[in-house]
C-alpha cells in the first residue's frame, strides 16, 4: 500500500512538473516522441523575456500644460478633419425677409485614428441669426437661432472618436495590452488621454452594445449546438466577497459554421445555474467537458442532449503517457487519432449532414467501441488513483456523451472551437491579472463577445468594431441593430465604411483657432 501511494505521489509530481515546465503540445508520433510546435516560440521568448518593466519616465509636453481647469487641449500638431454642417438656403431667411447672418458656430474636437495615423474630427456646426428683427415671426414659431444638429456618436461628450476607440478596445482585448500600457503609449506619442479618460469611455461604449449583446444571445439560442466552457478570473470589489475569491468568465459558442456566435457571461460563480439562466428555454445540443457542474442540468433541461468533448479524454491519456510512458495510453492516442483522421476525411470529402452521419457510424463507432472494450478490460489492472487509472475513469464516466457525436452531422468531434474563442481571455488574463470592479468584468464580457465573434466571422476585429461604433448611435429599431451584427455584415460592408485616402486628402496641419 505504501509503494503504491509513493508511487502515486511520484506520478503527481510528474505531472505537475510537465504542466508547469514542459511545452503543451499534445502531439506524439508513431514512436512516442513529442513532434516538437512550431508556434510556441512567443511563450518560450515570454518565459525568458523580464518580469517587469523600468521605472516609469515621466514625460513632459508643452502643449499639454494646463492652464485652467478642465479637459487639455488637443494639440495643433495633430491634423483636422473638417466637416461643416450647414442649414438649408431655405432655413438662412428670416422671416421677415432678410437674409440670416451666421453669428458662430459649435465645435466638437474628437480625436480619432487611422493605421498609424492620429488626427482630431472636428464637427463644426453653423448657427444663424437675423440682424434685422429678433427672429420671430407673428405667430412666434420661429426661433431667434437656428443650427444644423450636431451627429450622435457612441460616446457623447468624450474626446475619443469611434476610430481611436476601437483601436484602444482591440489593443486591450485582442492584443493584451492593459490600458495602463496603451496610456503610456499615447504619451509618447504626444496624446495626452489617461488611463481613467480611456476606461469610462469603453465603459460607456459597453453599456451601448448591451442590445447588441442580448440580439446575439437570442441568436445563439436557436442554434443546433452550443459548446460552452468557463475559465477563473479575478474580479475586485465584489460584494459580499474577499478580493481574493475566484469569479469565472463563460463562454458559449453556437450558430453554426455559416454564422458563429461567441458569448462571453461574467458570474462570480460556476454554479449551473448560470448556464440555465443563459440557455433558458433551450432545444438542442450542448457540448462541454467532463466538469460535474454540467451533470446537474440534465434534469432542469430534459430536451437538450449533453455531448461529450473527446479532446479532453485523449488529453488525459497524453499526461499519462508522459509520466508513465504507458503502451496501453499510447494505443490509446493512437486509436484516437484515427477517429480524428476520420474527421480529417469528412471535412475534405465535404459531406452533407446525413452523409457525416452515416460515414461515422461506418468507421468511427467501431474504433470507438472497440475502444471501450479495451479500456473496460484493462481497468481492472489499473491503480484507480493512478494518472492512467484516472484517464481510463473519465473515459468511462463520459463514454455515452462521448458517442453523441456520431448522432448529428452538425456536432464536432470536440469542444475546440470554444477552448480556442476563450484562449484569448486567458492570454490576456496574464497581462492584466483582474478585474477593478463587477461593471469591467461585465463590460470586458461584451467587448470579448463582439471581438470573438467578428474574428470567427472573418472580420478584422478593428474595422469592425468602428463599422459598428459609427452606425450604432444612428440605430432606431431592433431591426437596424440586427443588421449590424458581426454574422450579418459582408466584407465589403465594412471596407466600404472608411475610404482612408478621402480622409487623408481632407487632412490639414495648420492649427485651428
Known amino acids: 500500500m505504501l509503494k503504491e501511494d509513493r508511487k502515486q505521489l511520484y506520478e503527481r509530481l ?48 508643452s502643449s499639454f500644460t494646463r492652464r485652467k481647469r478642465g479637459r487639455k487641449r488637443i494639440s495643433d500638431d495633430l491634423p483636422r478633419l473638417v466637416t461643416e454642417y450647414d ?13 440670416k447672418v451666421r453669428i458662430g458656430s459649435d465645435i466638437r474636437e474628437q480625436i480619432d485614428k487611422l493605421p498609424e495615423i492620429y488626427f482630431v474630427r472636428r464637427d463644426v456646426v453653423h448657427k444663424y441669426a437675423c440682424k434685422s428683427c429678433e427672429g420671430v415671426n407673428e405667430s412666434g414659431e420661429e426661433k431667434g437661432v437656428v443650427a444644423a444638429p450636431m451627429p450622435t456618436v457612441l460616446v457623447p461628450r468624450s474626446v475619443i472618436a469611434p476610430g481611436l476607440l476601437a483601436e484602444v478596445l482591440v489593443s486591450k482585448f485582442c492584443d493584451h495590452l492593459p490600458l495602463f500600457r496603451q496610456e ?30 442580448e440580439l446575439m444571445c437570442d ?28 469569479s469565472y468568465m463563460w463562454v458559449f459558442r453556437g450558430g453554426g459554421r455559416s454564422s458563429p456566435i461567441v458569448i462571453y457571461r461574467y458570474a462570480p460563480t460556476r454554479s449551473a445555474d448560470v448556464v440555465r439562466e443563459m440557455l433558458s428555454g433551450y432545444r438542442g445540443v450542448i457540448q462541454t467537458d467532463g466538469f460535474s457542474g454540467y451533470e446537474a442540468l440534465v434534469p432542469y433541461m430534459p430536451e437538450v442532449r449533453f455531448a461529450g468533448c473527446m479532446a479532453h479524454a485523449r488529453r488525459k491519456f497524453v499526461d499519462a503517457y508522459a509520466v508513465m510512458k504507458s503502451p496501453l495510453a499510447q494505443s490509446v492516442i493512437a486509436q484516437i487519432a484515427k477517429l480524428y483522421a476520420i474527421e480529417e476525411e469528412i471535412r475534405e470529402k465535404e459531406l452533407s449532414s446525413e452523409q ?10 467501431p474504433i470507438l467501441f472497440a475502444l471501450k472494450a479495451r479500456i473496460e478490460r484493462e481497468a481492472a489492472h489499473v491503480p484507480p488513483k493512478s494518472v492512467l487509472g484516472k484517464a481510463m475513469r473519465y473515459f468511462l464516466n463520459q463514454w455515452e456523451k462521448l458517442i453523441v457525436y456520431c448522432e448529428y452531422g452538425f456536432l464536432p468531434i470536440d469542444n475546440n472551437l470554444v477552448e480556442n474563442a476563450i484562449r484569448p481571455f486567458v492570454v490576456g488574463r496574464k497581462n492584466w491579472l483582474f478585474s477593478g470592479s463587477p461593471d469591467g468584468a461585465h463590460a470586458s464580457s461584451i467587448f470579448y463577445s463582439i471581438i470573438e465573434t467578428a474574428k470567427a466571422c472573418g472580420h478584422e476585429p478593428y474595422w469592425y468594431l468602428r463599422y459598428l461604433f459609427e452606425r450604432l448611435p444612428l440605430a432606431q429599431s431592433d431591426d437596424d441593430i440586427r443588421a449590424l451584427l458581426p454574422y450579418h455584415v459582408s466584407p465589403e460592408d465594412i471596407a466600404r465604411t472608411v475610404d482612408v485616402n478621402t480622409i487623408l486628402s481632407k487632412l490639414t496641419y495648420s492649427a485651428i483657432n
Do not use: W
Request: aromatic share 4%; glycine share 6%; net charge positive.
Open 219 to 246: 441568436d445563439l439560442r436557436k442554434s443546433s449546438s452550443i459548446g460552452i466552457d468557463e475559465t477563473p478570473c479575478q474580479v475586485l470589489g465584489e460584494e459580499g466577497r474577499k478580493n481574493t475569491t475566484k
Open 356 to 365: 457525416i452521419i452515416a460515414f461515422r457510424k461506418t468507421h468511427a463507432l
Open 87 to 99: 442649414i438649408p438656403e431655405k432655413a438662412k431667411r428670416c422671416a421677415c425677409g432678410a437674409m
Open 184 to 213: 503610456k503609449i499615447f504619451m509618447r506619442r504626444g496624446i495626452g488621454l489617461s488611463r481613467q479618460t480611456l476606461s469610462s469611455a469603453s465603459l460607456c461604449a459597453a453599456t451601448q452594445c448591451r442590445r447588441v449583446i
Open 14 to 61: 510528474c505531472l505537475y512538473q510537465r504542466n508547469r515546465f514542459s511545452r503543451k503540445s499534445e502531439k506524439i508520433d508513431a514512436e512516442g516522441h513529442y513532434i516538437p510546435s512550431l508556434f510556441n516560440e512567443i511563450e518560450t521568448i515570454a518565459e525568458k523575456a523580464p518580469t517587469d518593466e523600468a521605472e516609469e519616465e515621466t514625460i513632459t509636453v
